[in-house]
């Protein structure tokens, strides 16, 4: 098996980190719940979010839905999380410590599979292990929503793109702890971003349809909404 504390980012098992997280990164969560809703998201519904983090996702969708299953591997982002959940009074999220090919989902099958810019921690087969896992976690007609770091241009370019990118962003950070260069640099390297062109084949290989792909024009970000077919 994976070891996915080993890929699961140095950066995502630094306390430090995982408390500056929401002061660095807004995962858009209201807008991404405004966009399941029109794909169905209601109070009947349970979601699985996969690499939930500090579960900016988990949290804005749990006020409209019946459940949510939030999973992550790394504790001190669960730390957060649980902290927040605390804080808010919530009470319909179950917050699980696994990973993409650790988790097993017990529950009734899921209506929504959720995971924002986590599953390139695994490299390919395991994230064609981890896509097959959401598929039989999810019902079929269920909706995938799967956004990442995700490459879409030509290898022959990928010297060129790579290093443009990496300059979009300061050396130092600023007080608020934000992304720097050494954080593209150290994902490119350290992490399994994929192409384009191979993970949207290895979504529908794994059992969904891609109703919506939207790959930024920079070439390096996507987001999937794929159903269970
Ligand atoms: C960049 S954060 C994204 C968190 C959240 N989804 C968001 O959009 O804000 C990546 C998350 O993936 C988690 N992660 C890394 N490897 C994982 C794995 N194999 N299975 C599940 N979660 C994983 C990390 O611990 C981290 O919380």
Redesign the pocket.
């Known amino acids: 098996m994976l070891d996915?504390l080993a890929?699961?980012?140095r950066e995502?098992l630094d306390p430090v980190h995982a408390s500056q997280y929401d002061s660095k990164?807004d995962?858009r969560a209201v807008d991404e719940v405004e966009l399941l809703v029109e794909w169905g998201l209601d109070a009947s519904s349970l979601v699985v979010d996969?690499?939930?983090?500090?579960g900016?996702?988990a949290l804005a969708s749990a006020a409209v839905c019946e459940r949510v299953v939030a999973?992550?591997?790394?504790e001190v982002?669960l730390d957060q999380l649980r902290a927040k959940i605390t804080r808010a009074g919530v009470t319909n999220i179950d917050v699980v410590r696994a990973?993409?090919v650790t988790y097993r989902h017990q529950a009734r099958a899921a209506d929504f599979v959720y995971s924002?810019?986590?599953l390139h921690?695994?490299p390919d087969f395991w994230k064609s292990v981890a896509l097959t896992r959401m598929r039989r976690a999810v019902r079929p007609g269920g909706v995938l929503r799967l956004s990442d770091i995700v490459y879409s241009f030509d290898p022959a370019e990928a010297e060129e793109r790579i290093e443009a990118w990496c300059a979009t962003l300061p050396a130092i950070a600023g007080p608020e702890g934000a992304w720097v260069r050494a954080d593209i640099e150290e994902h490119v390297r350290d992490e399994h971003s994929t192409y384009s062109w191979l993970l949207e084949p290895m979504i529908e290989r794994c059992g969904f349809r891609i109703e919506s792909a939207v790959r930024s024009s920079d070439g390096f970000f996507a987001e999937y909404i794929a159903r269970a077919t």
């Open positions: 996915e890929t699961a980012g995502n990164e995962a996969l690499g939930a983090g500090t900016q996702f999973v992550d591997v790394s982002m990973g993409f924002r810019w986590a921690q695994i």
